[in-house]
C-alpha cells in the first residue's frame, strides 16, 4: 500500500513539474520579443539541436540562402556587448533587455548606423578588428523593430543565417526561444526510429539490441505505436537509448526535439526537456550522446540514463538514474515519449519479459578487455607518464571510469619525438587534459617552434593543438584521446591578391580581398597598411580571406592623389602591405599596387 501512495504521489509530482515548465503559466513573457526578421518564424536549426561537442545554443533564422536581410532589435533595450571574431559567431551582437533577458544575434554581414559607426570608430583607435566589449552601462539605446544590422554568413557559420539566442541577463544561460512564443508553422509528428538496449556489466556499458522501429515492426493495439515483438532481458540492470528525429512543416530539414522520456510500468524514470543551459554545460552532450556510436556510426543515439560524470541540468530522474533491474520472471512495460517544440507528442510502447540471469559471457569478455589495464577514474586529477611524456587528467576529463592504454610508437617522419597512442578518440574527453612532451633531435634553437601536433591513430595527418616550450618540455592542453607527437613550424603563412566571390551576396564591391593561409600553427596577426597607414581588415577564417572595405581612409588618399596626379597625367596607385604571421611567429610580408578605384 506504502509503495503504491508513493508511486501516485510521484507521478502526480511528475505532472506538476511537467506543468510548472511545459504547458502552463510559464514564467517566460509571451510577445515580449518580436521575432528578428521580416518574415514569419522560420529556421534552418531549432535550440538544442544536437552538434559536434554542444547542443546548439539558440535557434537560427532562415534568411533564404541571402545575406544582407534587415536584422531588427526583439524588443527595447541596450546594446550590453558587441563581438566581432574571425569564428565563432563572427559579427554579433547582445542586447539586454528590461525584463531580465537579453538577445543575441550572430554571423551579421555587417553593422547599421551609430552601432556600425561606434564598431568603426572602435576597430581603428584599437587597431584590431576581432574584439569583445561589454557595455555595463546603457550607452547604445535600440527600440524594438530598430535595425541593428544586416544578415550574413560571418564567423564559423557556413551558409546565411541569423543565430539568435535569449538569456537570463543574470545566469547567462541561454534559453529556448520557442518558451517566449517563437515558434515555427509545424504540422509534422516527431518519430523515434530506433530504441537502442543498453545492458551493464560492472561499471562498464554493453550496447546489446537495437530495435528496430520502421512502419512494418510496430503495431497498435490500443495503447499507441508498439513495437511488434516482446523483448527479451535478463535479470540484470538495463537502460535505454533512442534515436528520434523531428521535421517542421516542409519536411526539408530535420530538427532537434525538444522533450523526451521515459516511463517504466507507468512510473516516469527519466526525462530530458531543453529549456534552458549554462555555456559550461553544453559539451556534456558528448555524455548525454552515446559517443562511441556517434563516432563510428554517425548516428546520435539520446541515452534515457545518465553517466556519473554528466551534470547537465536538463534531466530529471527517479530511482537509478534512468536504469532498470526487472526481476525475474516479470512483464513489464517501457514507455518512451518524444515532444516537439510545437507540443507534438509521439510515444512508442515496448513490451519486456525477464528470463532469469544469464552467467555470464558478457560479463567475461568485459572482464577480459580491461585486463591489465588501469583506471582514469571521474572526478579525480590523475597523473599519467610515460618516457618523453606527462598527462595530468583533470577531475572532469572523463564521464565513466576509463581502463586506458597508452602506446610509445617510434618518432614518426618529420616528427621531433616519439608518437604517443593515447587510448582511443572513441572516448569522449570532457575538461581537456595537460600534456607535455619532451623533444627529441630538435634542431638548437628551433625549440620555441615546436608544437603539440594531435592526430586520429587512423589518420596520417596531424593537426597543430597550439603548445609552448619551455624548460626542455612542450606543454599545453589536449581535449581528445588519440596520437600526439611535436612537429616543427618554421614556414610562414602565404598571402595572395584574390578574386573572391561572395555566392551569397553580389552587392558589395567596394573590397579588396587578400587569401591567407597558413601551414601548422594557425595564423594569429594581421595588419595592413595603405600606403603605410594601417587599414582595417576584416578576416573571414573559414575562407582563409582577409578584405579592405574601401573606408575613408582610401577615400582621403584618393582624393589627394586624384587632384595631384590630374596635374601630371598619370593613373595614379597605393601600396597595400599585408603582414601575416603564425602561432611560432613566422611572419610573411607582401606589398601589392593597386590602381586606384576611379568612382570612389
Ligand atoms: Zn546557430
Request: charged share 20%; aromatic share 14%; glycine share 8%.
Amino acid at each position: 500500500m506504502k509503495a503504491i501512495k508513493q508511486k501516485y504521489l510521484f507521478v502526480f509530482y511528475f505532472c506538476l513539474m511537467q506543468t510548472a515548465f511545459v504547458y502552463g503559466q510559464t514564467p517566460y513573457p509571451q510577445n515580449y520579443f518580436r521575432y528578428p526578421l521580416d518574415s514569419l518564424p522560420n529556421l534552418v536549426s531549432p535550440f538544442g539541436s544536437l552538434r559536434d561537442n554542444h547542443f546548439h545554443s539558440g535557434m537560427d533564422l532562415r534568411t533564404n540562402g541571402r545575406e544582407g536581410l534587415p536584422v531588427y532589435a526583439a524588443a527595447d533595450g541596450f546594446i550590453s556587448r558587441i563581438k566581432v571574431q574571425k569564428n565563432g559567431y563572427g559579427k554579433a551582437i547582445y542586447i539586454e533587455h528590461a525584463n531580465g533577458y537579453s538577445t543575441v544575434y550572430g554571423h551579421l554581414q555587417k553593422y547599421h548606423g551609430a552601432i556600425a559607426e561606434w564598431i568603426h570608430k572602435y576597430q581603428y583607435i584599437n587597431k584590431t578588428f576581432e574584439f569583445d566589449k561589454i557595455f555595463m552601462k546603457p550607452f547604445l539605446l535600440v527600440k524594438k523593430g530598430d535595425t541593428i544590422g544586416f544578415s550574413g554568413n560571418s564567423g564559423g557559420s557556413t551558409g546565411p543565417h541569423v543565430h539568435f539566442e535569449i538569456r537570463n541577463s543574470q545566469t547567462e544561460k541561454t534559453l529556448n526561444p520557442a518558451l517566449f512564443g517563437i515558434i515555427p508553422f509545424d504540422t509534422l509528428y516527431p518519430i523515434i526510429t530506433k530504441i537502442h538496449v543498453y545492458k551493464f556489466v560492472q561499471e562498464g556499458l554493453l550496447l546489446k539490441k537495437q530495435i528496430d522501429l520502421s512502419s512494418k515492426n510496430v503495431i497498435d493495439v490500443g495503447f499507441g505505436p508498439q513495437w511488434k515483438d516482446t523483448l527479451v532481458l535478463s535479470s540484470e540492470t538495463f537502460a535505454f537509448g533512442l534515436e528520434a528525429f523531428d521535421y517542421i512543416h516542409n519536411g526539408r530539414d530535420e530538427k532537434g526535439i525538444y522533450m523526451y522520456s521515459l516511463n517504466h510500468n507507468s512510473v516516469p524514470v527519466f526525462s530530458h526537456t531543453l529549456n534552458e543551459f549554462a555555456f559550461d554545460e553544453t559539451k556534456y552532450i558528448n555524455a548525454h550522446l552515446d559517443y562511441a556510436w556517434y563516432k563510428l556510426q554517425k548516428q546520435r543515439i539520446q541515452k534515457c540514463f545518465i553517466s556519473d560524470g554528466n551534470l547537465l541540468g536538463t534531466y530529471f530522474t527517479y530511482g537509478n538514474k534512468g536504469k532498470i533491474t526487472p526481476k525475474i520472471g516479470e512483464m513489464g512495460e517501457l514507455m518512451f515519449w518524444v515532444q516537439d517544440n510545437n507540443k507534438h507528442t509521439t510515444s512508442l510502447r515496448v513490451i519486456y519479459k525477464t528470463v532469469g540471469t544469464s552467467q555470464d559471457a558478457d560479463k567475461l569478455s568485459y572482464e577480459q578487455s580491461i585486463w591489465g589495464k588501469r583506471p582514469i577514474l571521474p572526478g579525480k586529477s590523475q597523473t599519467i607518464v610515460a618516457p618523453g611524456l606527462e598527462i595530468k587528467m583533470d577531475p572532469k576529463s572523463v564521464y565513466d571510469t576509463v581502463y586506458y592504454e597508452l602506446k610509445v610508437n617510434p618518432t614518426p617522419t618529420n616528427a621531433f619525438s616519439e608518437e604517443y597512442n593515447f587510448h582511443t578518440p572513441l572516448v569522449p574527453i570532457h575538461a581537456s587534459f595537460d600534456i607535455a612532451i619532451k623533444p627529441v633531435a630538435c634542431p638548437v634553437g628551433l625549440e620555441k617552434k615546436l608544437v603539440l601536433a594531435y592526430g586520429n591513430p587512423k589518420a596520417d595527418n596531424y593537426n597543430s593543438i597550439g603548445g609552448s616550450y619551455d624548460k626542455g618540455w612542450v606543454r599545453g592542453k589536449g581535449s581528445n584521446f588519440g596520437n600526439y607527437t611535436l612537429l616543427l613550424d618554421t614556414i610562414p603563412p602565404s598571402i595572395k591578391w584574390s578574386k573572391y566571390k561572395n555566392d551569397y551576396d553580389d552587392s558589395d564591391t567596394l573590397r579588396w580581398d587578400f587569401d591567407i593561409r597558413d601551414n601548422l600553427s594557425g595564423i594569429s596577426k594581421y595588419e595592413a597598411f595603405l600606403n603605410e597607414q594601417w587599414v582595417l581588415l576584416d578576416y573571414d577564417a573559414k575562407n582563409h580571406i582577409v578584405t579592405y572595405q574601401w573606408d575613408e581612409v582610401l577615400k582621403q588618399t584618393a582624393q589627394k592623389l586624384w587632384s595631384s596626379s590630374m596635374l601630371e597625367g598619370e593613373v595614379p596607385t597605393v601600396t597595400m602591405k599585408i603582414i601575416v604571421s603564425d602561432a611560432k611567429g613566422n611572419k610573411q610580408e607582401r606589398e601589392f599596387r593597386l590602381m586606384l578605384p576611379q568612382n570612389f
